[in-house]
């Protein structure tokens, strides 16, 4: 029988309320989402059902849910494979040293220090002084690259630092080429890691506000709706709303790890099979 000291249950107690501080409010929101037709945006729940839900398909007054949503999961899924497509060759470029790497790698990671807000006006002030308007399928999309790439860029460097070379070495020896090496080798054993990437790129763009707030345009991505929503709906179609992205949220990182289980077993067998 493990017994547990004061300290080990005083940490327990300490990570148990983090956990309520940082889980609560999507619950309560989850919660409240279930009420009535005649409840309000409070405890307690008045004759709960999943009206509200219903309520998200239906012609709103105030807000362009459809359309929203819509924009942010292509907005997403534009840059999740961005980020993919730029992050691994980056990361393969950066395993050897070569003039400027340390300036490049620094420019990207800087992006980070600099706030949000800042990075949306510069982006904005950028297409307007070129006579560009600003879209959220293009001057949002290169706000949010701003984000999402340092993040995959660490992942990616970190990944191929581990990366034994003996195995690339071994395939080259046996006569394959710079590109076989990579596709047969090296991308089996770190597409893992890639797909969480891509997890993580639309996870950062799918609810990103305050890079896109000067840069999305005339149409607002969901973050952007639901804000200006906030001004307007005062029913619980919000928490309704807030409950469904949510859920998209956690069908996204559902994918996200079973692709990734199912690479890394599809690895292990090819492994086995040699």
């Not at 409070?42 to 009206?51: A, C, I, N």
């Not at 400027?100 to 002030?125: A, C, E, K, N, W």
């Not at 990182?253 to 492994?271: D, E, K, Y």
């Amino acid at each position: 029988m493990i017994r547990h000291s004061a300290l080990s249950r005083l940490l327990q107690i300490i990570f148990a309320a983090f956990l309520l501080f940082l889980y609560g409010p999507t619950i309560t929101i989850g919660i409240l989402a279930w009420q009535g037709p005649l409840g309000g945006l409070t405890f307690p729940l008045v004759d709960p059902s999943p009206h509200w839900f219903a309520q998200l398909f239906a012609v709103q007054r105030v807000g362009d849910i459809g359309g929203s949503l819509s924009r942010s999961l292509i907005l997403a899924c534009m840059v999740m494979m961005a980020n993919v497509l730029i992050v691994v060759p980056a990361g393969l470029a950066l395993r050897k040293r070569f003039a400027g790497d340390r300036l490049i790698f620094t420019m990207t990671i800087v992006s980070l220090v600099v706030p949000s807000i800042l990075v949306s006006l510069g982006v904005g002030l950028l297409f307007s002084q070129a006579g560009l308007d600003s879209a959220w399928y293009s001057s949002a999309f290169g706000a949010q690259l701003t984000w999402t790439l340092p993040f995959g860029l660490l992942v990616m460097i970190g990944v191929l630092s581990r990366l034994d070379r003996s195995y690339e070495e071994a395939a080259i020896d046996l006569g394959a080429t710079r590109w076989q090496t990579f596709w047969h080798v090296v991308f089996p054993i770190v597409l893992p890691n890639i797909i969480g990437i891509m997890l993580f790129g639309f996870s950062l763009s799918y609810d990103e506000f305050a890079r896109t707030v000067l840069t999305g345009g005339s149409y607002n991505t969901l973050p952007l709706e639901i804000y200006a929503m906030t001004n307007n709906v005062t029913t619980p179609v919000l928490y309704a709303l807030g409950t469904a992205t949510t859920a998209v949220s956690f069908a996204a990182m559902a994918i996200g790890f079973f692709l990734i289980t199912l690479s890394r077993r599809r690895v292990r067998s090819s492994a086995k099979g040699h």
